[in-house]
């Protein structure tokens, strides 16, 4: 079957940084995704990595294995705004996007 | 404004009654989705629609039905609501279905059948 598996919760100190894992076992593969979601809103998209490699986009840097079926999301300098779940999906052979749980991030001043 | 908007915002519905959860799009998507996200589990794929005129089954289509008349509005319907079908429902959309093609979503409906 196909999984997706995220801590379910992690906390970390304002001003610091964090890295969220996600490791994935999906029949093929066509890109992984990272989405923020706050809490009783919606996801928003915050990055894409389809080869091996770091991504970078300001504060946030997403980073893929795909040997390994291995990814994180680096988020440095926390903002308290940035407390929220973030969600790990991978587009499979049939481009169809397989979704982690989500890791819930807390933030603390 | 462009985006996603679903409606209603949130319902409480009796079992057994039939519902219908509005999706519109102004973007014009090629492709659009239907998921549910449940506490403890991710998102997953009720029904999609790659093109206007086609629909297909997602991972958890028992008890929905959809369909795709025009580019921008994607409904999904409930024929006959069961309390397991409580969930938040988060219709989304992109471009096209390709691997780069990103998804946005709806701001949700959260429905309580009882």
């Known amino acids: 079957g196909q999984n997706i598996d995220q801590p379910t919760e992690m906390t970390a100190t304002e001003g610091a940084i964090v890295q969220i894992n996600c490791t994935y076992q999906?029949?093929?593969?066509?890109?992984l995704f990272w989405y923020q979601q706050h809490a009783g809103e919606a996801p928003t998209f915050l990055s894409y990595n389809v080869l091996d490699g770091l991504e970078e986009k300001g504060r946030f840097s997403s980073f893929l294995s795909r040997s390994k079926g291995y990814s994180y999301l680096l988020l440095k300098e926390l903002q308290m705004k940035d407390s929220a779940s973030y969600l790990c999906?991978?587009?499979?052979?049939?481009?169809?996007?397989?979704w982690g749980a989500g890791t819930k991030l807390i933030i603390k001043p | 404004i462009a985006g996603i908007t679903q409606a209603p915002t949130s319902q409480i519905l009796a079992a057994g009654r039939r519902m219908t959860l509005r999706c519109t799009q102004d973007?014009?998507?090629?492709?659009m989705y239907w998921y549910r996200q449940d506490l403890g589990l991710g998102l997953r794929l009720i029904h999609y629609s790659n093109t206007a005129g086609t629909t297909g089954k997602g991972e958890v289509p028992d008890g929905y039905s959809v369909s795709r008349a025009n580019t921008d509005d994607f409904p999904l319907t409930l024929a006959s609501a069961v309390p397991s079908q409580t969930s938040v429902y988060f219709c989304?959309?992109?471009?096209?279905?390709?691997?780069?093609?990103?998804?946005?979503f709806g701001p949700g409906t959260r429905l309580l059948v009882l």
């Open positions: 989304a959309s992109s471009e096209k279905t390709g691997g780069l093609e990103t998804q946005y």
């Open positions: 999906t029949s093929g593969f066509n890109g």
């Open positions: 999906a991978v587009k499979d052979s049939n481009y169809q996007l397989i």
């Open positions: 973007m014009r998507h090629n492709a």
